[in-house]
């Protein structure tokens, strides 16, 4: 009986430092990203706006699902953020390039508030434009 109830406290004991390990306050987690998504095809961007707030990471998932290259161009946009995998872009740092059937991820943080033109640097004649927003 005795041995029962010395184990009984022990287990409790042990539950109330799991308890107070979970609520006990401790490093902060990274933020997990908030996913986008962008579709390009010809000649389009799918959403062509983009509305992203200040502080808040995110995850750019760009797809090209056309038959021809295309260009994620946004020169002021890139300036305005913090991208965490810059060799995603290319080498000016104001686009991110994919070939057909290709797909890239642009994590990023926005530092800045603004609109800011989203463009195929090779299609925006044809049309393939968008706009980005930061709140």
């Known amino acids: 009986m005795i041995r029962a ?38 000649y389009a961007f ?25 260009e994620f161009t946004a020169a002021a946009f890139f300036k305005a953020v913090e991208v965490k995998n810059p060799e995603v872009l290319v080498e000016t740092r104001n686009e991110v390039v994919l070939q057909p059937k290709e797909d890239k991820d642009v994590y990023f943080i926005p530092l800045q508030a603004g609109r800011f033109p989203l463009t195929c640097a090779d299609h925006d004649t044809s049309g393939m434009t968008g706009d980005i927003v930061v709140e």
């Not at 010395?6 to 997990?32: F, H, N, S, T």
């Not at 959403?47 to 295309?70: D, I, K, Q, T």
């Open 5 to 42: 109830r010395r184990l009984r406290l022990a287990v409790l004991a042990a539950g109330g430092l799991v308890v107070a390990a979970w609520g006990a306050p401790g490093p902060a987690r990274p933020q997990e990203p908030e996913l986008v998504t962008v579709v390009m095809t010809e």
């Open 46 to 70: 799918q959403p062509s706006e983009l509305r992203f707030r200040r502080g808040v990471a995110y995850r750019l998932h760009l797809e090209n699902r056309g038959r021809e290259l295309h």
